[in-house]
Structures are given as structure tokens and as C-alpha cells.
């Protein structure tokens, strides 16, 4: 097991609602990143949080946001939920820097419906 | 590159034989690549990482080999075993400052008995 631990394992949603998950990093590691991993693709990359702030974010909507908390863990939040936001919510630690090995937790299966 | 499309490439292989797995990565300047194993179900799990200033490394029964100049990478499993079923992804880190993966297709390896 990785250490990195993901709240709820599954969920289902209406399309226009808002949802929270929740990731704990791995012992030690201060920068947590969030990918979304729609079924039969790779994982893409949503954003990162280092120190509190967001640290870097790839080709997503502002209707989703993050956070991060002192004790490293960190929420994503989506709101006004499309269909297409359906997909396994993934999210990874890693210690600080930009070539370190990257953790992921067991995911948050998201259904919109 | 960008993981695109909905069917995976497959690759079958007899237990005990030797698989090899391969991925083309899309960006020249990438400097640091992982492969991950990802089984049903669950969150990618790290296999093992290389360099762009390493041709090649080896882990326990793994080997991955870089060319950088065709911009390719493989994955090899040694010895294939039932355990090693699952869909394999390459990575690059294309962060600036940040570690942003992006993921390839994926491939996925069946084993047959």
C-alpha cells in the first residue's frame, strides 16, 4: 500500500451538484496533485498543491478547485457536475520537487448521473 | 503524449516468458519518466523510474530502457507472472517547476497460464 488514503471510494452524483473528495498524502510528503481518469484512458493531471497553494494545473474549468491543509491532505471540489465528469478521481503525494516518485491512492470512483 | 481513445493496446504473453511493453513519449525536453501498473479497480501503483540521463535501469525483474532520441521507452518483465496482469502506463513529467505527469495510452497485459 501506498500510505495515500482517498474519501469516498465511490459516489454517486446528479448532474449540477457540487462534491468534495478527500485525500491524506503519505507520511512526509508535502505536495499532493489530482488527476481524473475517465474510463479506458490514462490519468490526466488536474492540479497540485504544495505548501497550501495551488502549484501548477493542467486543462481544467475553474469549476474545479482544490485545496490543502496544514497537515498536507487536501480536498478537490467540483461544482455544477456534468455527465463527463464521470470518471475514477485520482489523487497523488510526493515529496517536494519536480522529478520525485509520485504515490497514488486507490482513487474515488464519481458518477454522475 | 496525451492519453487519447477508448481501446487499449494489448499485449498477451505465456507465464514465464519475458514482456515487453512499449511507449512513445511526446515531448523532447521531458527529463523524468515512470511506469506505473494499474490493476482493476485499484490506483496506479510505481514500478520504476528513469532519468533522461540514463539509457537504462533495472528494479527486481523489470528493466526500462530510454532512447531519447526516437522518444521512446519500454517496460521489460522478466519471468511474466500471473500477478503481472494489469494495464501498464508510461508518465513524463512535464512540469515546469511543478511534477505535471502525463500519461500515455496504456497497454494491457494479459497472461496466459
Known amino acids: 500500500e501506498t500510505g495515500v488514503t482517498q474519501s469516498p471510494t465511490h459516489l454517486i452524483k446528479t448532474r449540477g451538484q457540487q462534491v468534495t473528495l478527500r485525500c491524506s498524502s503519505q507520511?512526509?510528503?508535502?505536495?499532493v496533485s489530482w488527476y481524473q481518469q475517465a474510463l479506458g484512458q490514462g490519468p490526466q493531471f488536474i492540479f497540485q498543491y504544495y505548501r497550501e497553494e495551488e502549484n501548477g494545473r493542467g486543462n481544467f474549468p475553474p469549476r474545479f478547485s482544490g485545496l490543502q491543509f496544514p497537515n498536507y491532505s487536501s480536498e478537490l471540489n467540483v461544482n455544477a457536475l456534468e455527465l463527463d465528469d464521470s470518471a475514477l478521481y485520482l489523487c497523488?503525494?510526493?515529496?517536494?520537487?519536480?522529478?520525485?516518485?509520485?504515490?497514488f491512492g486507490q482513487g474515488t470512483r464519481l458518477t454522475v448521473v | 503524449g496525451e492519453s487519447v481513445g477508448l481501446h487499449l493496446p494489448t499485449l498477451s504473453v505465456q507465464e514465464g516468458d519475458n514482456s515487453i511493453i512499449n511507449c512513445a513519449y511526446s515531448n523532447s525536453a521531458s527529463d523524468y519518466f515512470i511506469w506505473y501498473k494499474q490493476e482493476s479497480g485499484k490506483g496506479p501503483q510505481f514500478i520504476i523510474d528513469?532519468?533522461?540521463?540514463?539509457d537504462k535501469r533495472q528494479g527486481q525483474r523489470v528493466t526500462v530502457l530510454l532512447n531519447k532520441t526516437v522518444k521512446h521507452l519500454s517496460l521489460q518483465i522478466a519471468a511474466t507472472q500471473p500477478g503481472d496482469s494489469a494495464v501498464y502506463f508510461c508518465?513524463?513529467?512535464?512540469?515546469?517547476?511543478?511534477?505535471?505527469?502525463?500519461f500515455g495510452q496504456g497497454t494491457r497485459l494479459t497472461i496466459n497460464p
Open positions: 497523488a503525494s510526493s515529496k517536494p520537487g519536480q522529478n520525485t516518485e509520485a504515490f
Open positions: 508518465a513524463e513529467n512535464m512540469g515546469q517547476g511543478a511534477q505535471k505527469l502525463v
Open positions: 507520511s512526509g510528503h508535502n505536495t
Open positions: 528513469i532519468r533522461s540521463n540514463m
